[in-house]
């Protein structure tokens, strides 16, 4: 298998789950964008600190 079978499939996975379980993808991609924020803001204040 080669890296262009990976990519399509995995478009495919992501396409069927978002069809079939909106709500699913939905609460993921929300909690994975909450979790950018917090290791942002994290990282901000790890930066602020130093002197």
Known sequence: ?????????????????V???PQGAANLVNQAL???GTAAESLSQFVSAIP
């Open 34 to 36: 909450g979790g950018l």
């Open 1 to 17: 298998m080669n890296k262009k079978h990976l990519k399509i499939g995995a478009i495919a996975f992501v396409a069927w789950y």
């Open 19 to 21: 069809i079939s379980r």
